[in-house]
């Protein structure tokens, strides 16, 4: 009896993916691809303001680029032809300029970001986030922040550990951004 060959997704295959009609965005979860919802208002909302709010610091301070929802970052890439690549696709992403391309790229950026922030839709599941908490920190990303409107938390990551932030803490930002804090309340009230 024959083996059945389970098919897997390179950085390559999501790229000519994504530019196809049907308007479906996904990412890669170690070759495996998952279907990106459209996000809601309020979604949209927090991440742009968090977005902006995180550009303006860093346009400001020369620390590199900062990347809205969407933008594709290739995590790891297996030298394997046939796939299991990671490609993940943040809110909004950060990368500092010591790591950073001196041109952006057309296609996806070719690492993990410094900093990625996630804001939770309703659509997600905390399988699939604390998968992707996971793979952003194995591949390289110092930092990422998981927004939850409902709870108005922040939930903070990285090598050194997991912290929790309520509405009226104030974040910081480590050595990803150095000298830079934002009041948690600011995200939450600038959007409701």
Do not use: C
Not at 14 to 38: N, R, T
Not at 85 to 112: C, Q
Not at 143 to 166: C, N, W, Y
């Amino acid at each position: 009896m024959a083996d059945v060959q389970e098919k897997f997704y390179t950085a390559e295959d999501l790229w000519e993916l994504s530019h196809q009609l049907d308007d479906v965005q996904y990412e890669l979860f170690e070759g495996e691809l998952y279907e990106m919802s459209p996000t809601g208002e309020r979604h949209g909302e927090i991440s742009i303001e968090f977005g902006s709010i995180i550009r303006n610091h860093v346009k400001a301070n020369k620390l590199g680029r900062v990347t809205a929802a969407e933008t594709g970052y290739i995590l790891f890439k297996n030298p394997d032809p046939q796939g299991k690549d990671t490609v993940l696709a943040p809110d909004v992403g950060f990368i500092s300029k010591e790591r950073a391309a001196t041109k952006a790229a057309t296609g996806f950026v070719n690492g993990a970001p410094d900093l990625a922030i996630e804001v939770v839709s309703p659509s997600d599941h905390y399988g699939k986030i604390a998968k992707k908490v996971e793979l952003y920190l194995r591949y390289g990303t110092r930092m990422v922040l998981i927004v939850d409107a409902d709870e108005q938390t922040i939930v903070r990551h990285s090598p050194e550990g997991t912290k929790i932030f309520g509405i009226d803490d104030v974040l910081d930002f480590g050595d990803v951004l150095p000298n830079f804090t934002i009041r948690v309340r600011d995200i939450f009230e600038e959007t409701e």
